[in-house]
């Protein structure tokens, strides 16, 4: 702890500001409709992302992970994850060294293995608990769901104003919203029947990259 209560002193009151300042108005207007609260939500998440969770947290963290039980998906797991009170920095619905096991991550170090799996997944945590939404299938519907070898096209929103677009296109993936593509099952058009992650929740999303 008095490893995070120095990192957080040693951070100017100007990049705390940028952090935070569009997350509290956000939270201030939260009577305007989801979706134009969404530029708000989207520098938040990429300042904490990028700067919070890589610059200042990512590379000590590992040094507090701890072999623990957790779910995804309805299945028990056990591995090793950081603590609750770094929960906004790990993975919610695998260990850190998920990485090593499915090949993204490479290296004789368990340690820098374990810091280049949350620099993968920076503030993964972050856009679940803070930033995320409650997913009631229910509530959420699929306006559009096609794809091809070559695009894939995913449009969905709930009663609330929360929506998810995933789209492949030209060789780039979008993903805007928050991650309702993760409980559709393609195969029965239906949502899936358990949780991701230890809870009902649909983490936020503003990414394009490389398909």
Known sequence: MDVLLKALQVVPLSVWAIVLAPLLLALVLE?????????????????????????????????????????????????????????WFDTFDADLDQGVRDGSIAGTSTYWNRVKWLNRNSAYGFSYWAIGTVFIPQA???????????????IAVSKDGHFNVHVTRFGLRFKLGWKAWNYYDKLTGQWQSQPWGPEWRAPFVFSISLA
């Open 140 to 154: 959420w519907r699929v306006i559009r769901y096609e794809e091809t070898a070559e695009q894939l096209t995913f």
């Open 31 to 87: 009577i305007l409709p989801v979706p134009l609260l969404f530029p708000a939500f989207a520098a938040t998440d990429m300042v904490f992302s990028n700067v919070v969770a890589v610059v200042l947290v990512n590379w000590w963290a590992p040094l507090f992970a701890v072999n623990t039980k957790y779910s995804d998906r309805g299945v028990e797991k056990t591995g090793y994850k950081l603590p609750a009170w770094l929960r």
